[in-house]
């Protein structure tokens, strides 16, 4: 695989009287969430070590409170952190100067709110137009980039609007096109929906997917919501008091929970909506029953009338290539399908 | 206590009965005051100190040999000019830009409609333009030009400075925590105060009134900004350093614009501070509508003086309306592809009424300037009601004047003269170890301690007095008259509005019908002080009373309690942190209304200040004016106290 874009080594952000000092003190050990709060500190990020690659969309997700957005503020730098260490594009983010940390959200970051952070007196265009603004672009040219955008997230027509007379899920497509005007290619969205309506929330989430098939970026995208993640991920997060329970794909946070918690948090998910025939899959034995062979990305419960009807105990699974790949034991999918798994 | 433990209603029992002992030498003190030494009764000359003098030896220093006289003398001569060109716009001065004329009235009168139309619609530009109008009929132009001339310079200094502080003390905190008492000091001493320093730097006239004008009017626009710039969202800020704004960028394009709702809040309080200034800085020589009214009064002319009331009412009602609608506009969109001149319709109308009239004014000089020989007035017809009226009412007014004068005030302040010092020192102290402990007691008897130290003891008692009654009496009526107009929606708001409205009327037109019915003596001071006190009283009752959940209400209905008892159980309880910053509020607005009533003829604080403003002393007008804002802040210090612990007991906010 190639480099990682970020990489986080032993992360730890701490609020508290004198986080530096008491960090070196503890020499990389970790006491855990509680001791730390006793000592009078609160670790928002604990102890975290995370990759992640070109193009990956990687979902973070957690309970209120559990760190994801600071996390995600260390990643930018909005927030400095108290111990470890992050390399962006192998340059390390927090030897940066002001200057330099400037230049990189000029052009290599992009983030987008939750409650949209919109600037009330500008307009849609000049909202959108405001990072290019910010580097000294003409205004003939941002102008333009700007309406390339604003027709991106299909605001057309509404360029001249103020934020306040935009609906919720217009007023976060200005957001969304206000962090992709500079081609970022980081991408941080700190739950972008949660403030929608699920109707809404479902129209954005799709328009995200369009966006990002569109243009391949590196993302970093916090939620609460499990349907969202498993939509988007191409790996999940979890976080707990600060530190990352487990990070992987969601077929596997579902069917190998790390911890308990992570079983916990994922214990009223419909598996068979997350678990694909790959995740199930054994190698391939001896004999390959002579059947259709499934699909390698489709979830169990596609294949729900399939593994119903067909009474073979195992099938041949293909991948988009229709070579195959494996075989799949029928009764361990009708385990997921059943819930008894 | 401690000073950070949370506060409780009732002290622990060691404190409690320790304000009980410091009561009881209050009461101790005042009884055996016949047979107390005099150091007792009365600061002893070892605690006086000679404040005034170490204030006028810093100020002759810092004037003379710190040659400060030349920075200011500098700074002053900026605003001059500025004044200069201002004053020749408005009502000719002969100086730069030289026009032949100054601008026609008619042109400024069309220039306010148009603006108070931009701003809020018919009504207001109707009001705006109307009271133009009213001014330029009644031959009272050039007052009213020479006075706004003045605010037109003074009130964006005070803004851009006050901005400017506002932005330095968010940015850094020690700054702020310098500023904050500073700030508290400077908003609660009276008007007086800020001119005697003036004129001994500046000298008297309309210079000094602008420049007296800016200090004064500046506090508020700090707190403002620095309020406004803490409010900003923070996922502003980030989304704009995510965008790589440099902070100045941010300060610039996010934070400043994003709390422009604050910040204009702060532009409506300064020129309504402007305006109450401008107007009370005829007694150092400033020209215009508050000189003439200060006149008028003086010679009891009451028709004209009512006319320049109503003028200066008017006056601020518009000015407090369009800074208003302009801090609360919102942006508006146009329609994709809407051509120039109709984007900008307004400001064309605008141009083509100016040149109109303009021209109109070449051609006919009564559109350029209406002459007082050629002014309507209604004074005659005003003094023949008002004559009237007074006669009417006369045998009334001399009564109530009698009865107040013999049986009420003058016994009330013999006996606010006759308590011991210490005995007031002790009480003040008892009072303020109830409300919130050691540290209250210390700062109000601290504060109270300064007055002693003062040499002004007896001066202050006679103020407090007038205060203390004044506030009563405001009480008396206000309370019940807040708690009726609460009573139903319609009513409240009329309240609300009537209150809203009369708080931004200048202190000195609150002389005007006292005068007219009293005369000018003490009473008339009172009568002054107690519907000007009234004010807040009022309206903090009806914003404390409407402000009560819904649910609650609900709640005792449906435990069948009536009315009467749903007023006295539930409400009041519950506005009564509210109602306290209204008792708060009307005590500061007494303090001040009391020193400004001075020249009717009071022997108070006041009285000394005149004098102090007459002789040009600066110690004495400074310690003066500390002993004031002293009483203010001890007076403010217990409500606001009071007033969070009641808060935080009944779980409000
Ligand atoms: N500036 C701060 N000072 C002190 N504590 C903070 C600060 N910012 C965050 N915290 C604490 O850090 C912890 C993590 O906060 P964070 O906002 O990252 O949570 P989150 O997972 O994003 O929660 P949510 O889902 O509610 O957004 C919380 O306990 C919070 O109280
Ligand atoms: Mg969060």
């Given at each position: 695989?190639?480099?990682p874009?970020?990489?986080?080594?032993?992360?730890?952000?701490l609020y508290?009287p004198d986080?530096?000092?008491?960090l070196?003190g503890?020499?990389?050990h970790?006491?855990?969430f509680d001791v730390?709060?006793?000592a009078?500190?609160?670790s928002a990020?604990?102890n975290v070590s995370?990759d992640i690659?070109q193009?990956?969309?990687?979902?973070?997700?957690?309970?209120?409170?559990?760190?994801?957005?600071?996390?995600?503020?260390c990643l930018?730098?909005?927030v400095?952190i108290?111990g470890g260490g992050?390399?962006v594009?192998g340059?390390?983010?927090t030897?940066l100067?002001e200057?330099e940390l400037?230049?990189?959200?000029?052009?290599k970051?992009?983030?987008?709110?939750q409650?949209?952070g919109l600037?009330?007196?500008r307009t849609?265009l000049?909202?959108?137009a405001?990072?290019?603004?910010?580097?000294?672009q003409d205004k003939h040219a941002?102008?333009a980039?700007?309406m390339?955008?604003?027709e991106l997230?299909?605001?057309q027509?509404r360029?001249e609007y103020?934020?306040?007379?935009l609906?919720g899920?217009?007023?976060?497509r200005?957001?969304?096109?206000?962090s992709?005007?500079?081609?970022p290619?980081?991408?941080f969205?700190?739950?972008p929906?949660?403030a929608?309506?699920p109707?809404i929330r479902?129209e954005?989430?799709?328009?995200?997917?369009?966006l990002?098939?569109l243009?391949?970026?590196?993302?970093?995208f916090i939620t609460h919501?499990?349907?969202?993640?498993?939509r988007?991920?191409?790996?999940?997060?979890?976080?707990k008091?600060?530190?990352?329970?487990?990070c992987d794909?969601p077929?596997?946070i579902v069917m190998n929970p790390a911890?308990?918690y992570?079983?916990?948090?994922?214990?009223?998910?419909?598996?068979a909506r997350?678990?694909?025939?790959?995740?199930?899959m054994?190698p391939?034995?001896?004999?390959?029953?002579?059947v259709v062979?499934i699909?390698?990305g489709a979830?169990?419960?596609?294949?729900?009338?399939?593994?119903v009807?067909?009474l073979?105990p195992?099938?041949?699974?293909?991948?988009?290539?229709?070579?195959?790949?494996?075989?799949?034991?029928?009764?361990?999918?009708l385990?997921?399908?059943l819930?008894s798994? | 206590?401690?000073?950070?433990?949370?506060?409780?209603?009732?002290p622990?029992?060691?404190?409690?009965k320790?304000?009980?002992?410091i009561?009881?030498?209050?009461?101790?003190?005042?009884?055996?005051?016949?047979?107390?030494?005099?150091?007792?009764?009365?600061?002893p000359?070892?605690?006086?100190?000679?404040?005034?003098?170490w204030?006028n030896?810093v100020f002759?220093f810092?004037?003379?040999?710190l040659?400060?006289?030349?920075?200011?003398?500098?700074f002053a001569?900026?605003?001059?000019?500025?004044?200069?060109?201002?004053a020749n716009?408005?009502?000719?001065k002969?100086?730069w830009?030289?026009?032949?004329?100054?601008?026609?009235?008619t042109?400024?009168?069309a220039?306010a409609f148009m603006?108070?139309y931009?701003l809020?619609g018919?009504?207001?530009?109707?009001?705006?333009?109307g009271?133009f109008?009213?001014v330029?009929l009644?031959?009272?132009w050039?007052w009213?030009?020479e006075?706004?001339?003045?605010i037109?310079v003074?009130?964006?200094?005070a803004v851009?400075?006050?901005?400017?502080?506002?932005?330095?003390a968010?940015r850094s905190?020690r700054?702020?925590?310098?500023l904050d008492?500073?700030?508290n000091l400077?908003q609660?001493?009276?008007h007086?105060?800020?001119m005697i320093?003036v004129?001994?730097f500046?000298?008297v006239?309309?210079?000094?009134?602008?420049i007296v004008t800016?200090?004064?009017a500046?506090?508020?626009?700090?707190?403002m900004?620095?309020l406004?710039l803490?409010?900003?969202?923070?996922?502003?800020?980030?989304?704009?350093?995510?965008?790589?704004?440099t902070s100045?960028?941010l300060?610039r394009y996010?934070?400043?614009?994003?709390?422009?709702?604050?910040i204009?809040v702060?532009?409506?309080?300064?020129?309504?501070?402007s305006?109450?200034m401008?107007?009370?800085?005829s007694?150092?020589?400033m020209?215009?509508?508050g000189?003439?009214?200060?006149?008028?009064?003086q010679?009891?002319?009451?028709?004209?003086?009512?006319?320049?009331?109503?003028?200066?009412v008017?006056?601020?009602?518009?000015?407090?309306?369009c800074?208003?609608a302009w801090?609360?506009r919102q942006p508006?969109h146009?329609?994709k592809g809407t051509p120039?001149?109709?984007?900008?319709?307004l400001l064309?109308v605008w141009?083509?009424l100016?040149?109109?009239?303009?021209?109109l004014a070449?051609?006919w000089?009564?559109?350029?300037?209406?002459k007082?020989t050629?002014?309507?007035?209604?004074?005659?017809q005003?003094?023949v009601?008002?004559?009237g009226?007074i006669?009417?009412?006369?045998p009334?007014?001399?009564?109530i004047?009698?009865?107040?004068i013999r049986?009420?005030?003058?016994?009330?302040r013999d006996a606010?003269?006759?308590?011991p010092?210490?005995?007031?020192?002790a009480?003040?102290?008892?009072?303020?170890?109830?409300i919130g402990?050691?540290r209250?007691?210390?700062?109000v008897?601290a504060?109270?301690?300064f007055?002693?130290?003062?040499?002004?003891w007896?001066?202050?008692?006679?103020?407090?007095?007038m205060?203390s009654?004044?506030?009563?009496?405001?009480?008396?009526v206000g309370?019940?008259?807040g708690?009726?107009?609460a009573g139903?929606e319609?009513?409240?708001?009329?309240g609300?509005?009537i209150?809203?409205?009369?708080q931004?009327f200048?202190?000195?037109?609150?002389?005007?019908?006292v005068?007219m019915l009293?005369?000018?003596?003490?009473?008339?001071?009172i009568g002054?002080?107690?519907?000007f006190?009234?004010?807040?009283?009022a309206?903090?009752?009806?914003?404390g009373?409407?402000g009560?959940?819904?649910?609650?209400?609900e709640?005792?209905?449906?435990?069948?309690a009536?009315k009467r008892?749903?007023?006295?159980?539930?409400?009041?309880?519950?506005?009564?942190p509210?109602m306290m910053?209204g008792?708060n509020?009307?005590?500061m607005?007494?303090?001040?209304?009391?020193?400004?009533?001075?020249?009717i003829?009071?022997?108070d604080?006041?009285?000394?200040?005149?004098?102090a403003?007459?002789?040009t002393?600066?110690?004495?007008?400074?310690v003066?004016?500390?002993?004031v804002a002293?009483?203010?802040?001890?007076?403010?210090?217990?409500?606001?106290?009071w007033?969070?612990d009641k808060?935080?007991?009944?779980?409000?906010?």
């Open positions: 695989m190639s480099n874009v970020i990489s986080c080594r032993e992360v730890w952000k508290g986080p530096t000092t008491y070196n503890l020499n990389g970790d006491p855990g730390l709060r006793e009078g500190y609160i990020v604990r995370l690659h193009g990956e969309m990687l979902v973070i997700m957690g309970l209120s409170g559990s760190g994801k957005s600071t996390l995600v503020r930018s730098r909005l400095d108290s992050i390399e594009e340059a390390d983010l030897a100067s200057a400037i230049e990189l959200r000029r052009n970051m992009g983030m987008v709110f409650s949209f600037l009330p007196h849609v000049d909202n959108v405001f990072p290019l603004e910010m580097r000294g941002r102008r980039r700007a390339e955008m604003i997230v299909g605001l027509g360029e103020f934020p306040r007379e609906s899920g217009q007023q976060q200005v957001g969304i096109a206000r992709l005007a500079i081609e290619d980081i991408w969205l700190d739950e929906f949660s929608l309506d109707l479902r954005m989430q799709d328009e995200f997917l369009r990002q098939d243009l391949g970026k590196t993302i970093v919501d499990f349907d969202e993640a498993l988007l991920a191409d790996r999940i997060a979890i976080m008091d600060g530190a990352i329970e487990q794909k077929g596997n911890t308990e992570v079983a916990k948090f994922t214990e009223n998910i419909d598996k997350v678990v694909h025939a790959r995740d199930l054994a391939v034995s001896s004999t390959v029953p002579d062979a699909s390698a979830t169990v419960h596609d294949l729900a009338r399939r593994l009807d067909d073979s195992q099938l041949p699974v293909s991948d988009d290539d229709g070579a195959v790949v494996g075989v799949l034991n029928r009764d361990t999918a385990n997921v399908l819930g798994a | 206590m401690g000073a950070g433990s949370p506060p409780s209603i009732s622990g029992e060691e404190s409690h320790l304000w009980w002992w009561a009881l030498a209050a009461i101790v003190l005042a009884v055996l005051k016949p047979v107390a030494p005099d150091w007792l009764v009365r600061p000359v070892w605690l006086v100190w000679p404040l005034a003098d204030i030896a002759t810092m004037r003379d040999d040659g400060l006289m030349h920075v200011t003398r500098a001569d900026g605003v001059q000019w500025l004044l200069d060109v201002t716009l408005l009502y000719g002969r100086r830009p030289r026009l032949e004329d100054p601008i026609p009235w042109v400024i009168a220039t603006v108070g931009a809020r018919w009504a207001l530009g109707i009001l705006s333009g009271t109008i009213w330029a009644l031959g009272q050039k009213a030009m006075t706004l001339s003045v037109i003074a009130a964006p200094i851009l400075f006050g901005l400017v502080l506002g932005v330095l968010w905190s700054f702020e925590l310098v008492p500073v700030l400077t609660s001493l009276p007086f105060a800020y320093p004129v001994v500046i000298g006239g309309p210079k000094a009134g602008a800016i200090i004064f500046m506090p508020p626009m700090i707190r900004s620095l406004g803490k409010k900003v969202s923070p996922e502003i800020i980030e989304s704009g350093q995510m965008c790589g704004a100045w960028q300060l996010a934070r400043i614009p994003s709390a422009r709702n604050d204009l702060g532009v409506n309080q300064v020129i309504m501070q305006l109450a401008v107007v009370l800085a007694f150092i020589g020209p215009g509508l000189q003439k009214l200060l006149q008028l009064l010679a009891l002319k009451m028709g004209r003086s009512v006319e320049i009331g109503i003028t200066i008017l006056l601020a009602v518009v000015l407090d309306r800074s208003k801090a609360e508006e146009f329609e120039w001149h109709q984007r900008n319709k064309l141009a083509v100016v040149v109109g009239l303009w021209t070449e051609f000089p009564l559109a350029q300037e209406i007082r050629q002014a309507f007035t209604i004074s005659k005003l003094d009601i008002l004559d009226f006669r009417l009412v006369d009334v007014t001399l009564a004047r009698a009865f107040l049986d009420v005030l003058i016994p009330m606010y003269l006759w308590l010092f210490t005995a007031v020192l009480f003040v102290a008892a009072v303020g170890w109830r402990g050691r209250s007691a210390l700062t008897s504060f109270v301690l007055i002693a130290m003062s040499g002004w007896d001066r202050a008692m006679i103020t407090a007095y205060v009654f004044a506030v009563l009496l405001a009480a008396l309370l019940p008259l708690i009726w107009a139903n319609r009513r409240a708001k009329v609300l509005l209150c809203d409205t009369a931004t200048p202190s000195f037109i609150y002389l005007i019908p005068v009293f005369g000018v003596n003490d009473v008339a001071a002054a002080v107690v519907v006190a009234m004010v807040p009283l309206r903090y009752t009806i914003e009373l409407r009560v959940p819904e649910t609650l209400i709640a005792a209905d449906m435990s069948g009536n008892q749903t007023l006295w159980k539930v409400r009041l309880p519950m506005a009564l509210t910053v008792i509020q009307s005590i607005f007494s303090l001040f209304m009391v020193i400004i009533a001075a020249f003829g009071t022997q604080l006041g009285q000394e200040m005149q004098r403003l007459s002789s002393d600066v110690g004495k007008g400074l003066l004016g500390m002993c002293f009483m203010g802040l001890a007076a403010d210090h217990l409500a606001m106290r007033a969070a808060r935080r007991a009944l779980g409000i906010d």
